[in-house]
């Protein structure tokens, strides 16, 4: 097993910044990447970014590209999602995932863990 537990969400005006921390414990040798995805209600969960624990590769959406960047400590077994220029459509619930390894990582299908969600709130 795995537990992921996120920080950093909150209320922000469209500019500005914003940073959320996803800590693993537990079972971490077997993860094999990590990353955030969002939801709003009445919508499915999207993807946002990945990173793979090994090499460190990044993925992320077109939509956050740009703006969002994804980046890991592995002495803390922590993921960032430092997220620039936030606009009011990037509000949202966001989850930290553990993913599946060797699976695509933008597909929520592929997602072993979940944190339990923090949500973010751009202001126009």
């Known amino acids: 097993q795995v537990q992921l537990v996120e920080s950093g969400g909150g209320l922000v005006q469209a500019g500005g910044s914003l940073r959320l921390s996803c800590a693993a414990s537990?079972?971490?040798?077997?993860?094999?990447?990590m990353g955030w995805f969002r939801q709003v209600p009445g919508k499915e969960r999207e993807f946002v970014a990945a990173i793979r624990w090994g090499g460190g590769s990044t993925d992320s959406a077109d939509s956050v590209k740009g703006r969002f960047t994804i980046s890991r400590d592995n002495a803390k077994n922590t993921v960032y999602l430092q997220m620039n220029n936030l606009k009011p459509e990037d509000t949202a619930v966001y989850y930290c995932?553990?993913?599946?390894?060797?699976?695509?990582?933008?597909?929520?299908?592929?997602?072993?863990?979940w944190g339990q969600g923090t949500q973010v709130t751009v202001s126009s």
């Open positions: 537990g079972r971490t040798f077997n993860i094999y990447a």
């Open positions: 995932a553990a993913l599946r390894p060797f699976s695509s990582t933008t597909k929520a299908s592929n997602v072993d863990y």
